[in-house]
């Protein structure tokens, strides 16, 4: 199929910028294409999609996929982010959602993240046949659902860079944290009689850590936990 070609006749499906009046639409699609998928329910009840969509076209980027004069999927995202990007589950398996896909990428080529739910197989396997890669899964605590789910990135022309921009987000949040903990490790010294460090309690230390982090182990967080201990008892002893 060759959907943006002129003249293939009534399935012929292109793409255009959403306009406000298309928030109804849309929102039925995202619906319906929700529930056909192996999705966790939404958080919010379905009367208040459309509202919300109608928000976001114009905050937002929203391109919407039309078969004739049926709004047949969207894709949604901002700068960095692919937010929404859903096909109507009766004109799904004919390239609409990579058509979709692509136009995405053309308007975000130094790359993008987004989130799909862990539980959304058929959702991972289209992403990476198209090249996203996965990063990190998560428990769910942080959406509204509550579902674990997994970022992806499509790491546009230059990934080395685009997975570096990423890394240096991440080491900013990792240096607030180190501050924290580290604030923490000088307070309690002076509370402590006999300074000799612990073992068992940096032991626990590592576990927690842990399992917040399985793919890492406790085995191997624990000459980091180590470093960083070791770090701050020695910045709390020099601004003392
Ligand atoms: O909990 C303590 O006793 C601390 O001194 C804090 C801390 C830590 O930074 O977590 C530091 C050294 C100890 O060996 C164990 C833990």
């Known amino acids: 199929m060759t959907p943006t070609e002129p003249g293939t006749g009534p399935d012929e499906v292109t793409v255009r910028p959403a306009v406000p009046g298309d928030a109804g639409a849309i929102a039925a699609v995202h619906l319906r294409a929700r529930r056909a998928a192996p999705m966790p329910e939404p958080a919010h009840p379905d ?36 937010d929404d990007l859903y096909v109507d589950p009766s004109a799904a398996r004919q390239g609409i959602g990579s058509l979709l896909l692509d136009v995405v990428k053309d308007r975000l ?22 090249g996203l890669v996965e990063l990190e899964e998560t ?12 970022r992806l990135a499509w790491p546009g022309r230059e990934p080395l860079r685009f997975l570096r ?23 309690i010294q002076p509370l402590k009689t006999d300074r000799t460090r612990d073992p068992a309690r940096e032991r626990e230390v590592a576990e927690r ?32």
Do not use: K, M
Not at 140 to 150: C, H, I, L, T
């Open 47 to 82: 009367s208040t999609l459309a509202p919300f969509l109608a928000t976001r076209i114009g905050a937002d980027q929203v391109w919407v996929a039309q078969a004739g004069e049926r709004v047949v999927g969207y894709a949604r995202h901002t700068a960095t982010w692919l």
């Open 109 to 130: 080529a130094d790359g993008f993240c987004l989130w799909v739910f862990a539980s959304n197989t058929p959702a991972r396997a289209f992403y990476a046949r198209h």
């Open 139 to 150: 428990d769910g605590s942080a959406n509204e659902e509550r579902a674990p789910d997994v």
């Open 165 to 187: 921009g990423l890394v240096d987000e991440v080491d900013e949040e990792l240096g607030d944290l180190l501050a924290r903990r580290a604030a923490l490790t000088r307070a």
């Open 209 to 240: 850590v842990a399992r917040r982090a399985p793919a890492l182990g406790a085995d191997r967080l624990v000459p980091v936990v180590d470093a960083i201990i070791t770090a701050s008892l020695d910045a709390a002893a020099s601004n003392r």
